[in-house]
C-alpha cells in the first residue's frame, strides 16, 4: 500500500541551527511533492513545491530536496528561529488527483 | 484577498442529528477538497472535486457527502453524525495542474464534536 512517512514526530533545536527533516515515500510515483507549516489550531499553510525533475528548491532559509530514486524529500530551515517552531507537513500527490500528507514533524527552535 | 472560508468554525452537536459545513473560496480554483485531521494520523482526504459537478471520494469518505454545484462553494454534509467523526476539518482549494494540484489553500478549519 502507498505510505509516507515524515522523520521523528518532534525535532527540538537551537536557534542558529540547521533543522533537517525527512519524508519518506513508498509505492507513489509523484509528479511533485509539496511542503507545508501547521500552526496550532491553524490551517496549513504552503511553503515548496518541487517537481520530479528538480533536484533541489529553496526560498529565503528553507530548502527542499527530491530523490525519486531513494523516495525521499529532505526539508532544511537554515539558521532556524523562534518563530520556525511548528509542524511541518509533507504531501504527496497519489493517482487521480488524491493529495496524501504526512503526519507532520513538530519542530521546537529553542531561544 | 485570496481566502478559502468555513462555517461554522465550531460545533457541538448530537449522533444522528445531519449538519452541513460550508467551504467557500474567491480564487477562482478548480479543485476543493476536505479533510479530517486527527491526532497522530494526520490530515487525511475524505472527498475531493476537480471542478463543477465533478467529485469524487478521497481516502475516507464512508459517513460523508458533498456537492459542487457551483464552482466557488463545496459543502460537506454529514448525514447522521456519529462520535468517531468527531475531528478538525479542513476545505483547501487550489488550481489544477496537468499532472496533478498545485499550491493547496487552506480555510482555518472547523472543530466538530459529535456527542
Known amino acids: 500500500s502507498q505510505k509516507i512517512e515524515q522523520n521523528s514526530e518532534a525535532l527540538n533545536i537551537q536557534e542558529g541551527k540547521t533543522a533537517t527533516l525527512t519524508c519518506n515515500y513508498t509505492n507513489y510515483s509523484p509528479a511533485y511533492l509539496q511542503w507545508y507549516r501547521q500552526d496550532p489550531g491553524r490551517g496549513p499553510v504552503f511553503l515548496l513545491l518541487i517537481r520530479e525533475n528538480e533536484k533541489e528548491k529553496r526560498k529565503e532559509r528553507l530548502k527542499v530536496t527530491f530523490d525519486t530514486t531513494l523516495k525521499q524529500s529532505l526539508f532544511h530551515i537554515t539558521a532556524s528561529q523562534p518563530a520556525d517552531s511548528a509542524t511541518y507537513l509533507c504531501?504527496?500527490?497519489?493517482?487521480?488527483?488524491?493529495?496524501?500528507f504526512g503526519a507532520g514533524t513538530t519542530v521546537t527552535v529553542r531561544a | 484577498e485570496a481566502q478559502v472560508t468555513q462555517n461554522p468554525r465550531y460545533l457541538i452537536t448530537v449522533t444522528g442529528k445531519k449538519l452541513t459545513v460550508t467551504c467557500s473560496q474567491n480564487?477562482?480554483?478548480?479543485?476543493m477538497s476536505w479533510y479530517r485531521q486527527d491526532p497522530g494520523l494526520g490530515l487525511r482526504q475524505i472527498y475531493y472535486s476537480m471542478n463543477v459537478e465533478v467529485t469524487d471520494k478521497g481516502d475516507v469518505p464512508e459517513g460523508y457527502k458533498v456537492s459542487r454545484k457551483e464552482k466557488r462553494n463545496f459543502p460537506l454534509i454529514l448525514e447522521s453524525p456519529s462520535p468517531n467523526q468527531t475531528s478538525l476539518y479542513f476545505c483547501?482549494?487550489?488550481?489544477?495542474?496537468?499532472?496533478?494540484?498545485?499550491?493547496?489553500?487552506f480555510g482555518p478549519g472547523t472543530r466538530l464534536t459529535v456527542t
Open positions: 504531501a504527496l500527490d497519489k493517482d487521480d488527483y488524491k493529495l496524501s
Open positions: 480564487m477562482n480554483h478548480e479543485y
Open positions: 483547501a482549494s487550489s488550481a489544477l495542474g496537468g499532472t496533478g494540484t498545485y499550491e493547496q489553500y
